[in-house]
């Protein structure tokens, strides 16, 4: 297999959130698969059958490990279940519930959403690490609109 | 958190509550304290608005004559099913605020059908850190929890009808004059009578716990400030004070069935009665946004519970924001 084309499907990966592909052609197959730690994204290679397309020797399977940039990052996202405006923190002046690095538990409350004066406090589906915050504080949202992506804890 | 101090200081009010004058010999005899320790509790319970006169060598009188809130007799007056319902029912001298308090309690799913009072919050709390003052024994301050296994379809609207729900109570008390500014404030010729503040805790899609804080001025009003709004109480509106017992008995009554019923409420119909309450339709006011203020005048709301109003000629609707009148002629 061409190693241009191995490039190519690991930009595809990065690019898409999946956390593995296997693509066979012919006796050849590749199998690219992703693990993602708390902070930056990995990207092991295997490539079974190496032939000529890995020139640079090494031995059989071979792993290559791309350090990539954490953006897009997969993980859980925080959608908004409601039309509102978003506060990142319990009142005007305090520091934020949650923010980027952070470790959150399920059940622990990361904003607050007011709509008709109803003051919801969202709480986070699953235990992980805050890797984005997509809204600014007072922002309006609209339902279904990401809020928090979280890397989960395996 | 009942303290002694607490203890005494009711024991003070019942004692003024028949509006006489007492010396502070009289008072500290018969409370068993010095009278050293009588002026301190009179000094702390005016500082947390109770209006305590006092003239020189005579004696302390109230104001007004106070009635405090008996969880008992609270309980007393409540329907057999709502009875049925309300898992506890606890009335608190002093403490910071019945929706905190409520929530720190309780944990997940079990803050449901417990009723908190207050006569006295030292942190009562509005919209976004906005303060709520409720002077001692001159208001209601109560919080009710709730729990939905399965959020309510349109839970932004369980906003609304609390306030008609409230609406109600005073109708059934007697109590006209009074009206709704949206979402759920409770207003009465331009000033603030009352206010409800709904917090909700979950996951998206998940169980919902639900917390409803009402606070109302009985007779507070004069010793209240507020930044934006003047303050009336249903004193003004009846000319006495209703019994704040029964009042919080009917409040409890009415708002634990809207709170069970609203998942099946047909939310075209509570609009339509919350719609005959609003008192600021058709009027010029001020929405304050968090990155924007905007005039216009109020339309009404919408068939979901959202306010609209017509600024610079375009119909906008909104789903937040506090809207102030605009004192113009």
Redesign the interface.
Known sequence: MDIRKVKKLIELLEESGVSEIEVCEGEESVRISRQVHTQSTQTHVQVPDVGAALASGGTNPVAVELQSEPQPEPGHIITSPMVGIFYASPAPGEPPFVSVGQVVNKGDVVCVLEAMKIMNQIESDVTGTISRVHVSNGEAVEYGQPLFTITEVE | MSTRSDSLRKRLIHILADGGLYSGADLARRLNVSRTAIWKHIRHMRTCGLVIESARGRGYQLRQTVGLLQAKTIRSLLSPAVSGRVSSLQVLFETTSTNDVLSENYG?ASLHGHVLLAEYQSQGRG???NDWISPLAGSINMSLGWHYDM?PQH??????AIAVGVMRVFGQHGIAGAGLKW??DIFANGRKLGG???????????PVDVIVGIGININSAAAIRLADDEVTDIQALTGRPPSRNRLAASLINELVMMLERYPELEIGSLLQEWRGYDCARGRKATIR???RTCSGQVIGVDDH??LQMRIDNELQTF???QISFTVQN
Do not use: F, K
């Open positions: 997940r919209r976004r850190g959020p839970p932004g609207c369980l906003s609304l979402p759920n409800i503040l709904v917090e909700m805790r979950g996951e998206n899609a998940g946004l968090p990155d519970g959202l789903t937040s924001g």
